[in-house]
């Protein structure tokens, strides 16, 4: 138990498919004593089209990150030895960035993290929807996947390869963990 210290917060970015969510929750499994907290689980007030808001720049300071990191701050009152945040943007975003202690990326080449999210997303959808999506990504969309991997990927402590196995990953994750925890 983690007596009177304060929990180790862990980061987890990755675009979107990357493998953020499924990673954080094996890695929260793997970790003794330790709780997770998933960035889609929130309702942020944030820009309203993302691609436009990666145009201007993508600064993760635009949104309010407010219902987190009351969360996380809450969180980090307990008596556990980890908090797990499936959360894209790093210590890029000032205010959950003091509360980061290690933060890590999971390098998912764009072609597989696309194929997980339409498989995620679209599993019940029409051919039109899928198509109409793949249309939006190839015309916008995949600038947003590019300014993640030249704003956040050199911003963390840790890259992962994204097409290891889910287990792989967590393991290397966990290793890693252990040598700057130690």
């Not at 590019?146 to 911003?155: A, G, Q, R, S, V």
């Amino acid at each position: 138990m983690n007596k009177g210290k304060t929990p180790i917060v862990i980061a987890i970015a990755a675009v979107s498919g990357g493998g953020k969510t499924t990673i954080t929750k094996l890695l929260n499994q793997k970790l003794h004593n330790s709780k997770p907290l998933f960035f889609d689980d929130y309702d942020f007030n944030g820009p309203d089209d993302i691609v436009v808001w990666v145009d201007k720049g993508g600064d993760p300071n635009e949104w309010d990150l407010t219902p987190l990191i009351k969360d996380l701050q809450a969180l980090l009152t307990e008596p556990i030895e980890y908090i797990v945040i499936d959360f894209p943007f790093s210590y890029k975003h000032y205010q959950v960035s003091k509360f980061i202690n290690f933060s890590i990326f999971i390098d998912t080449p764009l072609d597989i993290a696309l194929a997980r999210r339409v498989t995620r997303d679209f599993m019940d959808s029409s051919t039109e929807d899928i198509l109409s999506d793949m249309d939006n990504y190839i015309s916008r969309g995949r600038r947003a996947y590019l300014n993640m991997l030249k704003t956040i990927k050199p911003n963390t402590d840790f890259v992962v390869d994204g097409t290891l196995q889910v287990t792989e990953v967590v393991d290397t994750i966990f290793d890693n963990l252990k040598k700057v925890t130690s």
